[in-house]
């Protein structure tokens, strides 16, 4: 079934196949350029710039970044929030040949230490807040030169000003170091122009890392043709043309936040809304005043919106599709985010999409005009899907659940510096095409709908039998009184591993072993009987890793050190 495509009939307006150029992606955003020069291509707390203003600030960042020294196949480091200094730099590299290794912002010493020598990065790009933590590994690392930047210095001058007396106020002064150069002196000075590099389409422009909530985070490979194949394929199935805006809340150190709010925006001539920091209360009050056409997010953002009194009240008839990836999405949220839509003007039905840093970020998503309870859609243009049965490369019955495999123009090149792994993660299969192993389980059926089902690694083996927390945590959703829940395994002599649910109640007050057997009851009512949580522990909150999915991982890590100190676990 491998070179079948049953989904292709549920495209409605959206190509079968795309061309994609063989450039570079400053190349490709060029193109954009060229066709919109006079359409907003960025706006960052109401400072915006045309896709003219935009390439003239990209020529003249590549121009300073040649003139310090960066040249082709030199990585530079970016380390900032979701900002025009982010994402214009991004681009000044990809244009002189460079790569770009992108980091949280918030990192620790110890890990911006291990990011520059992973990435070798003689270049590294972060905010004038942050200068403590690069100064402080600076001899350990390849670093020779850092560029800052501050928020402000694309703030209007009310903003500005609001800035510097708050936030700003708090920010230690850089003392005078020979190793930074700072953005707004870089950008004003003249530079003699850098001649465009020569760089191949199929060439390493992006590193990009995953796996960082537990263990050494890998970094993740990207080409140029990585990125401007997704980017075109997200843009054809939203249809994003110069009237449309999306707002950018995912961070641009992740895939989801880079290759479809800021990439994919500027391929098809969109909109991207930067948003530098996130709260529910910032996201609410930028899509009544911004009105976005494509909202983007994880399954707690659309929770939080509900709960969030500026959106319930606002205007919300811009809205043209809103997708929900990175985490499972419970259908109470679902439901409960599309009638307020409704509600408020609106027509949208919140669509759930599937992807993975190896393949740039989305590579799958539910047709607009077709929903499927509990899927996550269909492969877009140009990639295939397939499931095999687990540890193999054989194609699983149709219906029957097994790994996830995906192919086509958005798949990584490997892992960096980690052959075995890319190895065991890249297959070429007898078809002759190279399929990448996700780790996910999912079925397909017949129309080539996908049902992600978990991460291999998240399934639970209790007393012999698989129990998939996703399922579990959704009838946990579905109590009145539950306000989030995480479900996970926790070792066990007896049952290998024993179900356990984390719960946040949407009253505190009402927490009681009562609440606890009631809950499990409500379980026992909807699932079978070793797929129900033996415990139940209530929580204010759970932890949440850095774009905002529950870090499940974290809990387990928690249960693992308790059992550890009662002298019950030598497990590893």
């Known amino acids: ?17 795309l061309d994609y150029p063989r450039v570079t992606m400053y190349e ?17 707390l109401d400072t915006t710039a045309t896709y003219r203003e935009f390439a003239r600030e990209i020529d ?48 620790t010493a110890k890990e911006i230490a291990f990011y520059l020598n992973v990435s070798k990065s003689r270049f590294a790009l972060t905010l004038d807040a942050f200068y403590g933590k690069f100064r402080e590994v600076k001899d350990g690392t390849p670093l020779e030169r850092l560029i800052l930047t501050r928020i402000p210095d694309y703030l209007g001058l009310i903003k500005k000003i609001g800035f510097n007396l708050t936030k700003g106020r708090k920010i230690p002064p850089v003392p005078a170091d020979p190793m930074v150069t700072w953005w707004k002196d870089m950008m004003a000075a003249s530079w003699p122009k850098a001649p465009k590099s020569d ?24 080409s140029n043709y990585n990125f401007i194949s997704e980017g075109m394929m997200v843009s054809a199935w939203g249809n994003l043309g110069k009237n449309d805006g999306i707002l950018a809340i995912l961070p641009i150190f992740h895939g989801f936040g880079l290759g479809v709010c800021i990439n994919a925006a500027f391929m098809g001539g969109a909109k991207s809304i930067l948003v530098p920091q996130f709260t529910p209360e910032i996201v609410a009050s930028l899509i009544k005043k911004k009105r976005p056409s494509f909202v983007v997010g994880v399954p707690t953002l659309f929770e939080a919106l509900c709960r969030n009194p500026v959106f319930q009240n606002a205007d919300l008839s811009c809205l043209m599709a809103t997708f929900s990836g990175a985490d499972t999405l419970p259908r109470p949220v679902k439901e409960r985010f599309e ?21 740039v970020t989305a590579i799958m998503a539910t047709p607009i005009q077709e929903y499927r309870e509990g899927s996550v859609g269909v492969p877009f243009p140009d990639m295939l899907a397939k499931v095999v049965t687990v540890d193999t490369t054989e194609e699983a019955p149709l219906g029957e659940e097994g790994e996830l495999c995906v192919s086509g123009p958005a798949v990584m090149m490997g892992y960096l510096d980690a052959p075995e792994e890319t190895a065991r993660t890249l297959r070429t299969h007898a078809d002759g095409r190279i399929w990448l192993h996700t780790g996910d389980v999912a079925s397909m059926d017949a129309d080539g709908f996908f049902y992600f089902k978990l991460r291999l690694k998240r399934m639970i083996k209790s007393s012999g039998m698989n129990v998939y927390p996703a ?16 479900v996970i395994g926790v070792p066990d002599e007896a049952q290998v591993q024993r179900v ?73």
């Open 471 to 486: 399922q579990v945590e959704d009838i946990l959703y579905a109590h009145p009184e539950v306000k989030d829940a995480c």
């Open 60 to 107: 003249r960042c590549a121009d300073a970044l040649a003139g310090l020294g960066l040249k082709k196949g030199d990585r530079i480091t970016i380390s900032m929030p979701t900002s025009p200094q982010g994402v214009i730099a991004f681009y000044a590299a990809n244009r002189l040949g460079a790569v770009a290794s992108m980091i949280h912002p918030l990192s």
């Open 199 to 222: 760089m191949d389409t199929d060439d390493l422009a992006v590193i990009l890392y995953s796996g960082g909530t537990t263990g050494t985070p890998k970094g993740i490979m990207l």
């Open 339 to 359: 009638a307020l839509v409704k509600e408020r003007g609106g027509n949208v039905k919140l669509l759930e999409g599937y992807g993975l840093t190896e393949a």
């Open 500 to 572: 356990k649910a984390f719960v946040v109640l949407k009253d505190r007050a009402n927490e009681s072993p009562e609440m606890e057997a009631k809950l499990i009851r409500h379980c026992q009512d909807h699932l079978i009987k070793w797929c129900c949580p033996r415990e139940i522990e209530f929580r204010d909150t759970l932890p949440c890793t850095l774009v905002g999915k529950i870090a499940y991982n974290a809990l387990e890590q928690e249960e693992i050190e308790k059992l550890k100190a009662c002298g019950k676990f030598s497990g590893e």
């Open 28 to 44: 490709a955003l060029m193109g954009t350029v060229e066709k919109f020069p006079d359409a907003v291509a960025w706006d960052f």
């Open 1 to 17: 079934m491998g070179g079948n495509k049953p989904w292709v009939k549920f495209y409605g307006h959206v190509p079968e196949s």
